[in-house]
């Protein structure tokens, strides 16, 4: 295969499809007929069983596949997310979204790549050395951290009631965020496949800086495509990237247009090459894969919640960029329909402003870098560029999955502005001497709108606290100043 025709053909994934595939908006089908709603109650794998995630090498891998099995009635919801979990798993199709959008001559090496991401699901030996790797080069597990006084501040507003508030603290990741959960595991995919050229596309750098690290600890070739306009924004970790040994390119653009560069190149090396998606986004297996490894952060915190109180949480809030982070504490909880899932996106300089990054509240459905899911585009199919203070929240699509769950409304999603998400960066340094990546603040800050809502004084919720904000510093300083 040529490289000039899968360049040819790389170039109709992301600028043609979403001209002809673009359909009206499915925002209010709950229940959608076409997803195969099915009344009947049938038994369900409710009860979920967690083992300790971090193990000794060969101990029992548990995988978001891998449930323990309790009789109990199925509700229509459980039945459905059920439905498309099976259905997914081969086709990664989440009802309508998802899906492999792409010319025929990358459908093999995904075919591939699919095969290979069910191989090491069930393979004892791979499971055994992620989880050392999780365990020992990660530093996992994360803590769940009770936020005492963020909850007495929330208190203090609601005249003594109020949540109790916890952090699942993904910041303290190797290399700050949650991307490297992701990162790792399959690059040692990648290094199993017999590929030794890796190539990511990141927007804040936390995905480039977690890739490099990885290709670096397995002495895999790593070049990063980062958008210019990302570059001159999130530098420190630029400079992170090439300290780990990568090779860092610039893309006119920011992380959509470095995302379409990364395929591009990807596509003409499909025998060295590895693209190692850090979003949950882009054709199947690749947001499965994400949604996967990022699964490690809810099980932790169901097992967490059981030690702490002895329940699960009322509530859990994830910021939605791609949704890596959002599915990776949500998928875990997805049957458990007495947790809300609140996933919050961002609002930018206003929902109405047409500068945000809400695609799951102000998107249509459509094709994008080889997925449907919910996505942002004018009339004609043409994306529109979107924007946060958050950089890794600019993105114009979104998960399938996530798209999915909005639609049978197992999910529930708000956004949060520019200003809101800087204001709650700084509450929580304030509040708890944590300073969080701006697009973490966005889940911390729609606490604001939440715990006044919250009917029960002591209601459990806990925030994902994705990343950390070394790298917003300057930027929430400016706006202080500015204030
Ligand atoms: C710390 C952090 N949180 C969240 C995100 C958003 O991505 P996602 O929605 O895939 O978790 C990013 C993306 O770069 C990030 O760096």
């Given at each position: 295969m040529s490289c000039a025709k899968n360049f040819h053909s790389v170039s109709v994934i992301h600028s043609t499809l979403p001209q002809f595939s673009k359909?009206?908006?499915?925002?209010?089908?709950?229940?959608?007929?076409?997803?195969?709603?099915?009344?009947s109650s049938a038994l369900s794998y409710s009860a979920i069983t967690v083992d300790p995630?971090?193990?000794?090498?060969?101990d029992k891998y548990i995988s978001s596949r891998s449930i323990n099995i309790e009789p109990t009635v199925k509700s229509d919801m459980v039945a459905l997310i059920d439905q498309a979990e099976e259905k997914s798993a081969t086709t990664g199709k989440f009802g309508a979204f998802g899906g492999v959008f792409v010319p025929e001559t990358l459908v093999s090496s995904l075919s591939k790549l699919a095969a290979e991401f069910n191989l090491i699901l069930h393979d004892r030996d791979f499971q055994g050395e992620l989880q050392v790797a999780l365990r020992d080069?990660?530093?996992?597990?994360t803590p769940l951290y009770y936020a005492k006084r963020l909850s007495d501040y929330y208190k203090g507003k609601g005249n003594g009631q109020g949540p109790e508030i916890y952090l699942?603290?993904?910041?303290?990741n190797h290399g700050g965020a949650h991307k490297i959960n992701n990162a790792i595991a399959q690059a040692m995919i990648a290094q199993r496949m017999g590929r030794t050229s890796i190539v990511a596309a990141t927007g804040a750098g936390q995905h480039g800086v977690a890739t490099a690290a990885a290709c670096a600890k397995l002495g895999l070739e790593c070049t990063v495509f980062v958008g210019n306009v990302d570059m001159a924004r999130q530098p420190h970790n630029v400079l992170l990237m090439k300290h780990l040994g990568a090779e860092v390119k610039s893309v006119k653009g920011m992380f959509k247009d470095a995302t379409s560069e990364a395929i591009r190149n990807w596509v003409c090396d499909l025998?060295?090459?590895?693209?190692?998606?850090?979003?949950?986004?882009?054709?199947?297996?690749l947001p499965s894969m994400v949604r996967e490894f990022q699964a490690v952060i809810g099980k932790e915190t169901r097992r967490q919640a059981m030690e702490k109180w002895g329940g699960k949480p009322d509530a859990v809030v994830a910021c939605v960029g791609s949704g890596s982070n959002a599915l990776g504490i949500f998928h875990e909880f997805?049957?458990?329909?007495d947790v809300r899932l609140i996933g919050v996106e961002a609002a930018g300089?206003?929902?109405?402003?047409?500068?945000?990054?809400?695609t799951l509240a102000k998107g249509d459905v459509g094709v994008y870098h080889g997925a449907m899911s919910y996505l942002l585009q004018d009339d004609q199919g043409q994306i529109i560029a979107p924007h946060s203070v958050?950089?890794?929240?600019?993105?114009?699509a979104v998960s399938p999955e996530l798209s999915f769950l909005k639609d049978i409304g197992r999910a529930e999603f708000h956004s949060v502005t520019d200003e809101e998400a800087l204001d709650a960066y700084a509450l929580l340094c304030k509040t708890e001497g944590i300073f969080p990546a701006l697009e973490a603040a966005h889940a911390v800050a729609y606490l604001e709108k939440l715990c006044p809502t919250?009917?029960?004084?002591?209601a459990k919720v806990v925030v994902n606290c994705s990343g950390r904000g070394d790298k917003d510093a300057g930027a929430v300083m400016e706006y202080l100043m500015k204030k």
């Open positions: 359909q009206k908006s499915s925002s209010n089908l709950n229940f959608n007929p076409k997803l195969g709603y099915n009344k995630v971090v193990t000794a090498p060969n080069y990660v530093g996992r597990e699942k603290r993904e910041d303290l025998d060295r090459g590895y693209l190692l998606a850090g979003a949950a986004v882009g054709p199947h297996p997805v049957r458990d329909e300089s206003g929902i109405e402003s047409g500068r945000h990054s809400a958050g950089v890794g929240l600019e993105y114009p919250l009917a029960v004084d002591g």
